[in-house]
């Protein structure tokens, strides 16, 4: 028999040598005489748990009870019973005495004394701690002896270790054995190893030794004893020293006091089964414990109980400790989101609790989750990530947002829900840092190049505002390239007011960008038109913009003359503009509720721009409220009227080349919309209109259109050779002069990898020009005139 305990005990292992583990420093309390040690893996350094046993002599009764428990531990599991990892025994030879040693490797745990005094816990969360954790330990006795029918034979404190997560686990199975109540013949001890166990732990009967009785009560009845020993040293503070102590019930809560009376009964067939126990629901009915009750269980709940617990749990989790929050139900929340169990409210919570936790402890609890998280299918996963992302965004590395995060992130872009891609879209203002040149330059602006002609005019708005709060990130060649064209060609051109303001205030934010010329020729022109809308907020930061980029011009003039700089950019005529724009109000809303507005740049936290930006950006937050479900949602011409033509591949910002790849039906000329009924605008203003409303060339255009402009369908030509430039039809009308301030054909030859160039737009005319005079976009098909031609057909074949 001893070889065959010892054959199992050296199973796992041959020798110090072998074992797997490095052993660390000791803990200071341990069960029995067994000492326990901080230990880590030698294969990836993870900590575990080392309990150790000597004895001079193999034959030792402390070894033997050792052997006894090494092999109950290996084959008991249970979740609130410690887990067994390794297991050797070792003999030492110092001259003619020889010792041996066995050692136990567990998963990490410490003396749950060790873990009460460390945790310092008072009043109302001590007590539910402590519910918790006997809820545990009785699930774990009560396995023992109603499934296993095994005694314990010792429970108390000193029994009792706790896991990182501050879970408690039983252990100490050295007593351990079967209970025969069954076999009459039986006269010996039922426990062999019951002299280990001290005297004031023992019941009546273990004290006198009457197995005779010990057989005839329940298999409950000496860990029944046990429980209530470890009650009573609980709430006493201190080891229990004599049986005496036991009725002293002081410290006792008053809705356990007659649960624990019944553990103690003097006669064992009365004692309270530790199910029994467990059914006590005034005690064990508290906060932390339903909480921890209704993760435990999360996959055999409903979605609607699911959806209601996750959304009470952040101010829950306020209430409870938070050394236990952060240490038990953190790790329960990140796994069941990661795993898909919880429900996308259960985000705000872990994201709560997260702010709880220091800068790495959060990179290494919370994050890894959220990583994986950006990969669900899971939409409203999708939109709680996207609504919480500044809280988080800060935290994830350049290279995990670049390969990880971002391309999961991009697929809202193309979503079918508006909702869905604005959020995506103002997203973007924290993960664009964080993106490499390539990835902002070859996907990032050909996703907002389509975005500035959605159909929402929330989201062309937001898209001109993020190009403008983005722009430093872009390196120099793409922003000469993308900015001019998209704040002048598009921007200042929508149908929607406040994305006309948009426009105009990222002019005014990436000032510093252009140079002189630019300033000159293709920014001023195209704002000072704007200085007669019809809209009273565009007109007054059209002004101020003005006014601004004069100024540019006239100190750089002041600095030429006086020798101090050559013919040199803005640069150095006004302050690097350190601030955000901040967001447009929006009009979206997913399934009937209205978008919560939570800008990821408040004005209180950016630095103020330059007077005409700051005047302007509060136009740019404010207008679209007022004024965005006047301009989209209330005229009925706009639903009623045919839509405009679709602009084609040939309406974007760069080359489609590794781009996107979705079909160019769904890229909707969303700017295009006809505008309300109002006063006769100026000629000077007509003539910017018409050239918005101008519509896309199309292949089936009359010969006749296509003769007036000789050189548009070379220039159509040689962009398509290069993968379709998708701006090229949105160009604005060459102004009426015998000279070509713009040659296309000339700048598409000259820089193949250019796709900006096209579209760039040429000063605007002064001349006004009437919107019947040619074939521009604002000009709208004759209904009647068609009418009368079908009439006519009908007529002749009658």
Not at 309 to 337: H, M, Y
Not at 359 to 381: G, M, Q, W, Y
Request: charged share 20%; with cysteine; net charge neutral.
């Amino acid at each position: 028999m001893f070889k065959f305990l010892k054959g199992v005990v050296a199973g796992s292992g041959t020798g110090l040598k072998d074992l797997p583990y490095n052993i660390g420093d000791p803990y200071p309390s341990a069960w029995g005489s067994w000492s326990h040690f901080r230990g880590t893996s030698k294969d990836d350094g993870s900590p575990v748990s080392i309990f150790a046993l000597s004895g001079n002599n193999a034959q030792d009764g402390h070894l033997a009870a050792g052997r006894n428990g090494v092999k109950r531990l290996r084959t008991v599991r249970h979740p609130n019973i410690l887990s067994f990892l390794h297991s050797t025994e070792v003999e030492t030879h110092d001259g003619s005495t020889t010792k041996v040693t066995i050692y136990i490797v567990t998963e990490p745990v410490m003396p749950l004394s060790d873990k009460i005094k460390e945790l310092g816990l008072k009043a109302t969360q001590r007590d539910e701690y402590f519910a918790l954790g006997l809820h545990q330990i009785g699930k774990a006795v009560s396995f023992l002896n109603n499934d296993c029918k095994l005694v314990h034979g010792n429970v108390c404190l000193a029994s009792v270790v706790v896991t990182p997560t501050l879970d408690w686990k039983l252990h100490a199975f050295d007593v351990l054995s079967e209970f025969d109540g069954s076999n009459e013949s039986a006269s010996g001890p039922m426990l062999p190893y019951e002299w280990l166990v001290g005297t004031q732990y023992k019941p009546m009967e273990m004290v006198k030794s009457d197995w005779v009785a010990i057989r005839k009560s329940p298999p409950w009845a000496i860990d029944s004893w046990g429980l209530g020993c470890l009650i009573y040293e609980l709430f006493s503070g201190s080891k229990l020293a004599k049986t005496e102590e036991l009725r002293n019930t002081v410290g006792i809560p008053k809705s356990l006091l007659p649960d624990y009376q019944r553990l103690l009964s003097s006669m064992p067939s009365r004692r309270l089964n530790t199910s029994k126990l467990l059914e006590n629901g005034e005690y064990f009915q508290n906060k932390l414990v339903d909480t921890i009750h209704f993760m435990d269980i999360l996959n055999l709940k409903d979605s609607v109980e699911k959806d209601t617990f996750f959304r009470k749990l952040p101010n829950v989790a306020e209430q409870l400790p938070r050394e236990i929050v952060l240490k038990k139900l953190l790790p329960l929340l990140a796994s069941s989101l990661e795993y898909g169990s919880a429900a996308a409210p259960a985000l705000t919570a872990l994201l709560k609790m997260g702010s709880w936790l220091s800068t790495e402890d959060f990179s290494v609890k919370v994050l890894p989750t959220i990583v994986k998280l950006f990969a669900s299918n899971d939409r409203a996963i999708r939109v709680s990530l996207l609504q919480h992302v500044d809280q988080f965004g800060e935290s994830m590395s350049g290279q995990i947002v670049d390969e990880q995060v971002y391309p999961h992130v991009a697929t809202g872009f193309a979503d079918t829900s508006a909702f869905l891609r604005e959020l995506t879209l103002k997203s973007m203002l924290v993960l664009a840092p964080k993106l490499s040149q390539r990835t902002l330059s070859g996907s990032l602006l050909k996703y907002l190049s389509k975005l500035q002609v959605d159909e929402e005019p929330a989201i062309r708005t937001n898209t001109t505002i993020l190009l403008g709060n983005i722009a430093t990130y872009l390196n120099e060649g793409t922003r000469k390239r993308v900015l001019i064209n998209a704040f002048t060609v598009r921007a200042l051109r929508d149908t929607f007011p406040p994305a006309r303001g948009a426009g105009i205030v990222a002019l005014c934010a990436t000032s510093t960008t252009y140079d002189d010329t630019e300033i000159a020729t293709r920014i001023l022109p195209n704002i000072v038109v704007l200085t007669i809308d019809q809209d009273s907020d565009v007109r007054s930061k059209a002004f101020q913009a003005v006014e601004q980029f004069l100024q540019i011009l006239k100190q750089n003039y002041e600095k030429t003359n006086a020798g101090e700089i050559g013919a040199t950019g803005g640069a150095s005529a006004i302050p690097e503009t350190a601030g955000l724009i901040g967001w447009a109000m929006s009009s979206l809303t997913l399934k009937g509720k209205p978008l919560e507005q939570a800008p990821l740049a408040s004005s209180s936290s950016a630095p103020s721009l330059a007077a005409a930006a700051s005047n302007a950006t509060s136009t740019a937050t404010e207008a679209p409220s007022v004024k965005a479900s006047h301009h989209t949602r209330s005229n009925s011409d706009f639903t009623d009227q045919p839509a405009p033509p679709s602009p084609t591949s040939t309406d974007g910002w760069g080359d489609a080349e590794n781009g996107i790849s979705e079909g160019h039906e769904s890229d909707k000329d969303g700017w295009d919309l006809e505008p309300l009924d109002e006063p006769k605008p100026s000629p000077a203003l007509a003539n910017i209109q018409a050239a918005q409303k101008r519509p896309v060339s199309q292949s089936s255009r009359p010969s006749a259109a296509t003769s007036s402009r000789p050189k548009l369908s070379t220039v159509t030509a040689a962009v398509k050779s290069e993968d379709d430039d998708l701006w090229g039809s949105i160009a604005a009308p060459p102004p009426a002069t015998t000279s070509r301030p713009l040659n296309l054909k000339k700048t598409v030859q000259s820089d193949d990898e250019d796709p900006w160039a096209a579209i760039a737009a040429p000063p605007p005319t002064t001349r006004a020009k009437p919107l019947s005079s040619g074939r521009g976009r604002g000009a709208k098909p004759a209904a009647l005139k068609l009418g009368a031609q079908r009439i006519n057909r009908t007529s002749s074949g009658m």
